[in-house]
């Protein structure tokens, strides 16, 4: 199941309490980057580009469990850089399961065979592993040789082991439906990964590569053809309103604040993805951000924009306003 039903059943009660007390901003699932450091220098990633001395900060396992707690929500996302080069993490994962909060530790996986000791399986932990195609693709994203075997048998001796594993797939102008459609096939059928993520890559200022991001009808015809009869076969990680929403199918005002990222800068406004400065407090990123300036059609800067972290909470607040939407969530991610 690529969503457990007492996972989907938690968010469910966490966004009607929201409801209840009348809160217009409340989080989904934070984006917590407890460093910048990684191990790979993809292309289309600009976090390495920071200068050595923000290189070199890190989170403690306070900083992390008080950030999540002064949110209140109810799912992390730990990415970065690569969180596995943190001396702590473990330490980290460990702090929010038993505070029994859905972690989900996004990973390149070239270090996780290494550090598979650090973690204890449960279902409130989740590997996320990059996967952004298959052999050659997949290597030439990351700019190393090798890496995508290295994925490939660290999720399997995860599994073996007892974790659960997500992969999170990008995907850009160089992809075609086949592409997209082969990596699904091999993700799903062939590693049997529990659940799988897929974004259309976006324009990250820092990134050396600027050349092959998808632009928004680029994004829809490519998903539109690659969904066209196998998209339910997938255990795709999302909302159906969300991949509609990929197709081009159905369209959402950006919500930023349903994922708001936490790192060694602070709360960053409005989202993981672009910076217009830095807060230290989750109540004053919400009370102070003008969330109404962002999204297409508000900010030139997000015009391309179609990933997850602006539109999947919009598509999740649609599914609980209709019935027939609820119904369709509880049957397509179960």
Request: aromatic share 10%; with cysteine.
């Amino acid at each position: 199941m690529p969503i457990p039903m007492k996972q989907n059943m938690k968010i469910g009660a966490h966004l009607l309490r929201q409801r209840l007390k009348g809160r217009k901003y409340y989080p989904f699932i934070v984006e917590i980057e407890p460093l910048f450091a990684c191990n790979l220098a993809c292309p289309g990633c600009g976090k390495i580009q920071y200068p050595t001395d923000v290189l070199r900060k890190r989170l403690s396992v306070e900083d992390v469990v008080n950030a999540v707690e002064e949110s209140d929500s109810p799912m992390v996302s730990i990415a970065g850089g690569e969180p596995l080069l943190h001396p702590q993490i473990g330490e980290m994962v460990e702090a929010l399961v038993k505070r029994k909060i859905y972690v989900y530790l996004c990973t390149n996986a070239v270090l996780l065979q290494r550090r598979l000791e650090k973690f204890t399986p449960s279902e409130y932990f989740s590997f996320v592993v990059h996967m952004d195609g298959l052999r050659e693709r997949h290597d030439e994203a990351v700019a190393r040789e090798g890496v995508f075997d290295t994925a490939v048998d660290a999720i399997r001796e995860a599994k073996r082991r007892g974790f659960r594993v997500t992969t999170n797939s990008t995907f850009f102008n160089t992809d075609s439906p086949k592409t997209v459609r082969d990596l699904l096939d091999f993700l799903n059928d062939d590693l049997e990964v529990d659940a799988m993520m897929i974004s259309p890559a976006y324009a990250y200022v820092k990134a050396p590569d600027q050349e092959h991001f998808l632009g928004v009808e680029q994004t829809r015809q490519l998903f539109r053809e690659a969904f066209a009869g196998k998209r339910k076969k997938w255990r795709l990680n999302h909302s159906p309103l969300f991949l509609d929403f990929l197709e081009g199918k159905r369209d959402f005002q950006c919500t930023a604040w349903g994922i708001p990222s936490y790192s060694v800068f602070g709360w960053q406004r409005p989202c993981y993805l672009m910076s217009d400065g830095y807060v230290s407090s989750y109540k004053e990123l919400v009370e102070t951000t003008d969330w109404s300036k962002y999204g297409r059609g508000r900010d030139p800067r997000c015009a391309n924009c179609m990933a997850h972290c602006g539109y999947e909470p919009s598509a999740v607040i649609a599914s609980m306003g209709s019935l027939r939407e609820s119904l369709r969530a509880l049957v397509n991610t179960h």
